[in-house]
Structure formats: structure tokens, C-alpha cells
């Protein structure tokens, strides 16, 4: 009724486990896990950080913010609509930024902002999807979020290798 000498699983499943942090999280398209990123144009990432897919951009952005500190007096910080809040385009201003983000539909006061510079917000979605040409990001291989901070160090120094 028990195992005898030499059956069962096999030793080397025991000795070591991979335990730590892993921001992964159910959204509406299923597991996944968001990248946030500060970057100065579409080949240089300045912060990043990770998130599970069920949580809010806006807080994760504001703490990549944070880390940031001051910036030149008015630097303009474009931004995705998921980080148009009050409290995210008050630190910017709080930081010497001018933040250009579009307000949203529903805003009972809109502001207005740089529509032509706005534009360019393309370049950082470009880099992210240069980013997920790379099987191990879309993917996720990685169970761990070291790991998988790794080698998307290691894809945004290829891609600011590469030669355009």
C-alpha cells in the first residue's frame, strides 16, 4: 500500500521552489500583467515597474512618478488617459511638469492640452509593441516577477541596440 525504494517523484522536484512576488492578475482578457513605463522617446525607458491585470494604472504611475523626483522646470509628460485623474496631473504639476493628457469624455470641466504633441504618445506605444514581439513578454513565461523584470531589461536594452 506505500511506495517502495525508488518510486514516486523524483528528488529534484523537492530541492528548491520558486516563491516572490508575482504581479499577475485577472482582468477582462484573463491573467495577464500590466507594464507601467516612463520613457523619454520610443527606444529609451527611464522606470518601470509591474502590476497585476486587475489593478488601477493611475496609483503605479503616480509611484513610478514619485521615484522620479523633480524634473526640469516644464518638461511636458504626455500621458494615457488612464492617468488623467486630479491627483495624477497634480503631481506632475507638483514635479515641474506640464502634464498633456486628453480630459475625458465625462469631465464636467474639461482643460485643454497640446493635441500635436499628444500625437506622439504613439512612439511609447510602439515601443511596447516591439516590446511584446518578444514571446517571453506577451506571454509570461516567468513565474516570477524578478525574473520577468529581467529580461524585459534585458528586450529594452536590445531595443535601444537596435540599429533603426
Known amino acids: 500500500s506505500g511506495l517502495h525504494f525508488g518510486e514516486g517523484s523524483p528528488g529534484w522536484n523537492w530541492r528548491f521552489k520558486k516563491t516572490g512576488p508575482q504581479a499577475i492578475g485577472k482582468s477582462s482578457g484573463g491573467w495577464n500583467t500590466k507594464i507601467h513605463m516612463v520613457a523619454a522617446d520610443a527606444r529609451t525607458a527611464i522606470a518601470f515597474a509591474l502590476s497585476p491585470g486587475h489593478d488601477h494604472d493611475a496609483p503605479h504611475g503616480r509611484a513610478l ?84 523584470l529581467a529580461f524585459l531589461c534585458f528586450a529594452l536594452i536590445l531595443e535601444a541596440l537596435r540599429i533603426a
Open 65 to 148: 512618478l514619485e521615484e522620479l523626483g523633480p524634473m526640469p522646470e516644464g518638461l511636458p509628460l504626455l500621458m494615457d488617459r488612464a492617468y488623467e485623474g486630479n491627483e495624477t496631473r497634480q503631481l506632475v504639476l507638483d514635479l515641474g511638469m506640464i502634464p498633456v493628457v486628453p480630459p475625458k469624455s465625462n469631465r464636467l470641466y474639461p482643460w485643454e492640452y497640446d493635441r500635436a504633441l499628444y500625437k506622439k504618445r504613439n512612439e511609447i506605444e510602439r515601443l511596447f509593441r516591439r516590446l511584446k514581439g518578444f514571446r517571453r513578454i506577451f506571454s509570461r513565461f516567468e513565474k516570477l516577477d524578478v525574473v520577468f
